[in-house]
C-alpha cells in the first residue's frame, strides 16, 4: 500500500512515525506548505518530500492519502482527493458543520473511495477494554458516565486553533472523542446541555457538557483547553453492578522520553511512551489501512464522524441559547 500525508504539522509527524514502522505500507510522499516541516517529515518516514501537494500525487501515485490538515481544510481537501479516485483518511473532526461532513460521506460513496476519520480514542487500549468490559456486562447496564479531557491550548500553525471559524473551539476540536466514545458506548443522543467558560483575557476554553441517551443513560463531559498541567484524561462509566475507573495521571506504563522524539508543535496530544506496544495511532491506521485491503467496515464510521460533529453542533447551540438542545433539532 502506497500512503502519502498531506499536513505535517503534530498529527502529520505522529502518522509517519508510525507508517514507516508498518509492515506492507509505503509512506511515498509527505507534503507541507513548510518546506522545513516536510523534510522533517521525509526524515521520519523515508518519503520524498514535497511543498506542492498536487504534485506530490502526480509524482508518487498513492493508493491512500491522509489529511492531516488544520479542520477547516479537510472537506476541500477529502472532496478532491475522492475526484481523483484515492481512499482517505482524515483527522477528526470530519468537518466544521453537519452539511460538510456529511457531503465528504457521500462524495466518497459515489466515488468508490473509502473514507475513514481519525476518532483515535476507540484505539486507546484503556478506552478499548473499558468499553469491552461495560458492554459485556461486567458491571450489570452501564447506566452513567463521567468523561474529562485536559490539555494545553493547542496554537497548530499560525495559531489556527485560536479561531473558532477555524478550528470550531473545545467542543468541537477536544471534547469531540469522548462525544464519539460515549455515543459508541450508549448508542444514539436524545439531547445535550451545554456551557462554555472562555475569557477573553486569557488563553482557556473550558466546556461541560451533559448527553441524554434514548437508552436512558447519561453521560457527563468536561474539556479544557489551556489546562496548566500534563495532558489527562479520565472517565467513570457506572453500572448496575459496578464501576470501571480510569485516570491516565494514575495509569502508567514504561516511561521513555526520548530527546529527539518531540511530537510537534504541541503538547495536545497524548502518546504513550512504553517500547513494548505500538501506540493507538498505529492501532488506528492499521485498522484502516487493513479495512482498505479486505474491504471490511471500519470500528468508527465516516456515519459516525458525522454523528459526533452534529453532537457537538448541538452542544455548541446550547452553550449559546442556555437551553438544552434535541438532536436532530438543530436550528442554525
Ligand atoms: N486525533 C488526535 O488526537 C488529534 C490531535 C491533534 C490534532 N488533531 C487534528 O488533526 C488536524 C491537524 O492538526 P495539527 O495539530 O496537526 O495541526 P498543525 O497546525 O500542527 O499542522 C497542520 C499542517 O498543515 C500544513 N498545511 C496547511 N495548509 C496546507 C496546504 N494547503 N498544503 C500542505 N500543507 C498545509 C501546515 O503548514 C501545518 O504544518 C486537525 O484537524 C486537528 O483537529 C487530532
Known amino acids: 500500500m502506497k500512503i502519502a500525508i498531506i499536513g505535517c504539522g503534530t498529527m502529520g509527524m505522529i502518522y509517519a512515525r508510525n507508517l514507516a514502522t508498518m509492515p506492507d505500507v509505503q509512506v511515498c510522499g509527505v507534503a507541507d506548505l513548510i518546506q522545513g516541516r516536510a523534510d522533517r517529515a521525509a526524515q521520519a518516514s523515508g518519503a520524498t518530500a514535497y511543498t506542492d501537494w498536487e504534485e506530490m500525487i502526480k509524482q508518487e501515485q498513492p493508493e491512500i492519502v491522509a489529511v492531516c490538515l488544520p479542520t477547516y481544510l479537510h472537506k476541500t481537501f477529502v472532496l478532491n482527493l475522492a475526484e481523483r479516485g484515492l481512499h482517505v483518511i482524515c483527522e477528526k473532526p470530519a468537518a466544521l458543520t453537519l452539511e460538510d461532513a456529511t457531503e465528504m460521506e457521500t462524495v466518497c460513496r459515489e466515488k468508490g473511495v473509502r473514507l475513514f476519520i481519525g476518532h483515535v480514542v476507540r484505539f486507546f487500549p484503556n478506552y478499548r477494554d473499558a468499553y469491552k468490559n461495560a458492554k459485556s456486562g461486567r458491571i450489570g447496564e452501564a447506566k452513567m458516565a463521567h468523561f474529562k479531557r485536559f490539555g494545553s491550548y493547542p496554537k497548530g500553525v499560525d495559531m489556527w486553533y485560536h479561531d473558532r471559524t ?52 447519561i453521560a457527563n463531559l468536561t474539556g479544557f483547553w489551556g489546562y496548566p498541567g500534563e495532558f489527562t484524561t479520565q472517565f467513570e462509566i457506572s453500572g448496575t453492578d459496578g464501576i470501571i475507573r480510569f485516570d491516565s495521571n494514575q495509569v502508567q506504563s514504561l516511561d521513555v522520553k526520548r530527546v ?73
Open 260 to 332: 529527539h522524539e518531540s511530537t510537534g508543535e504541541s503538547s495536545a496530544v497524548q502518546v504513550p511512551s512504553s517500547p513494548m506496544v505500538h501506540d493507538a495511532y498505529y492501532h488506528e491506521l492499521q485498522h484502516f489501512i487493513d479495512c482498505i485491503r479486505d474491504g471490511s467496515e471500519p470500528i468508527v464510521s465516516a456515519a459516525d464522524a458525522c454523528r459526533a460533529v452534529e453532537i457537538a453542533l448541538a452542544c455548541e447551540q446550547s452553550a449559546k441559547t442556555g437551553q438544552p438542545v434535541r438532536i436532530g433539532g438543530i436550528t442554525s
Open 166 to 217: 477555524k478550528s470550531g473551539g473545545v467542543i468541537m476540536d477536544l471534547m469531540i472523542h469522548d462525544i464519539d466514545f460515549s455515543s459508541w458506548l450508549f448508542g444514539d443522543v436524545e439531547s445535550v446541555y451545554a456551557s462554555i467558560t472562555k475569557p477573553s483575557s486569557s488563553e482557556m476554553e473550558y466546556a461541560q457538557v451533559t448527553m441524554k441517551f434514548v437508552n436512558g443513560a
